[in-house]
């Protein structure tokens, strides 16, 4: 695994303090990470999710994309998920949904793995 995703890793670690983190080499360099039991509340039926993304071995330059949740998650009020989500999707052998948030100004700098996971989370709870 790449020193970038390595420190990428830890930076998840510290961004999701207290949450169980799950990475995995993806032998090219890169790994696959789930935080598990990350709060969601309002507007949806669960109050929890996990979070995994695969972070690339082009990291930092690469972006974090895409973003994965549960396979369950459902809104309160019965509406679809809506867009830049696809249903049905499996990441790391769990269901999920896929979330379609793409960094169209990266800048590699700035942006980390961490920033990512909890922007495509803040998106989800202002929905």
Do not use: C, H
């Amino acid at each position: 695994m790449k020193a970038e995703v390595e420190k990428a890793i830890e930076q998840i670690r510290a961004s999701f303090p207290g949450k169980q983190l799950i990475a995995r080499e993806d032998g090219e360099g890169g790994a696959y990470v789930i935080v598990d039991d990350v709060e969601l509340g309002p507007p949806y039926s669960q109050d929890a999710t996990w979070i995994g993304a695969r972070i690339t071995f082009q990291y930092p330059y690469a972006d974090v994309y895409p973003v994965f949740v549960r396979g369950d998650l459902a809104r309160k009020d019965g509406q679809a998920l809506g867009e830049a989500t696809a249903v049905g999707q499996t990441f790391e052998g769990r269901s999920a949904v896929q979330i379609s948030r793409k960094s169209n100004r990266l800048n590699p700098g700035r942006d980390t793995a961490a920033m990512k996971l909890q922007k495509v989370l803040a998106w989800l709870k202002a929905r």
